[in-house]
C-alpha cells in the first residue's frame, strides 16, 4: 500500500483563525478555522480518502479492507476498526476555554469512551503567545469549586510562554489552555469528551455563553503540582529527535535534509505530518508520496521502511 493522504476536516469555531488555510495551502471561503481535523476515527467526523485507488472510502472502512496491515497487528487486536488517535493542527486567534479531560477509566465508565491524553507541538506562536497547562498552586476539589465560581481559576494555573518549537504533554487530567496566538499540531487519543471549566464569559451569536462542565471536571482533575510543564527535547539535533513516548502514542520530530531514514515499529501504523518545506515520502516497495508544508499522511504498518527525501521538518506518530 501506498501512504493515504485524507481530505481535512475544517472546522469553524468562536476561538478560530486565519492562519490553517494558508498554512496547508488551502483557497476557501470558510471563516474562522480553529481546527483541522487531520486524520480522524471519531464517529460523524471519518476521514475519507482523498486520493488513489481507494478514494473516497472512510478511513474505518479503510481498515476493514486492509486490517492490521493497515494498522498493525497489536493496533488491530486492540481497536478493531476504530482508528486510535486523532490528528490535528489548531490556530487560536483567542483563548481555548479551560478544560479538562477524564481519563480512559473515568471515560469508560462516563460515556464508554476512551480518555483523551494528548500533546502539542507548536509550529508558530504570536509575540506574548501563552500556553496554560497545569496547577501553579496546590488547591483541593472544593477550592476548585470556589475559584470557578469566583471566576478566579486562572489564578491557580500555569501560564508559560509559547514558541516555535515548544512541546507540551497533556495526559488525561491536565487542566488546561490554549492561549491566543499559537498555530500547533496536537496528537491525541480518539476521543471527543472535553470537560469545559471556564470559558472568559464569552457569549456566541445568540448570545449565549457556552456550557460549563463544572461538577464533571471536578472529578477529571489531577490536582499534582508538578515542578515542570514544558517538554524538553533536543532542538539542536539532526535527524530523528525522541519527542514522546507514552502508552498511547510515540512521536518523534524529523529534520530532513536530503535522504533521512525513519525508524518504523511494524506494530503499528504511522501518521507523518509536514510541519515546514518539503519533500518524498519513499517506501521500501518504492511508492513516492509528495509532501509539502500542511500536510498529513498515514503509512501502512505492513510498510517495511521508509525515508524522506527533501528539506523538511515532520513529525511522525505511531500508537
Known sequence: MAPFKFVPYLKSVLWGGDKIAPFKGIVTDQKAIGESWEISGVPGHESVVAEGPDKGMTLPALIEKYGARLVGDQVYARFGTKFPLLIKLIDAKKDLSVQVHPDDELAKKRHDSLGKTEMWYIVDAEPGAEIYAGLSKQITPDDYTR?????????????????????????????????????????????DITYRVYDFDRRDANGNTRELHTEQAKDAIDYTVYPEYKSEYDRDAKGEVPLIDCDYFDVNLVKADGRQP??????????????????????????????????????????????????????????
Open 147 to 191: 475559584l470557578v465560581e469566583e471566576k478566579k481559576i486562572m489564578d491557580v494555573i500555569a501560564a508559560h510562554d509559547s514558541h516555535a518549537g515548544d512541546l507540551f504533554f497533556l495526559p488525561a487530567g491536565r487542566i488546561h489552555a490554549i492561549g491566543a496566538g499559537n498555530l500547533l499540531a496536537e496528537i491525541q487519543e480518539t476521543s
Open 262 to 319: 525513519i525508524a518504523m515499529s511494524h506494530d503499528s501504523f504511522m501518521v507523518v505530518m509536514c510541519l515546514e518545506g518539503e519533500c518524498e515520502i519513499i517506501t521500501d516497495k518504492g511508492t513516492l508520496t509528495p509532501m509539502r508544508r500542511g500536510e498529513t499522511i498515514l503509512v501502512a504498518a505492513a510498510t517495511a521502511s521508509i525515508e524522506a527525501n527533501g528539506t523538511a521538518t515532520l513529525l511522525t506518530a505511531q500508537a
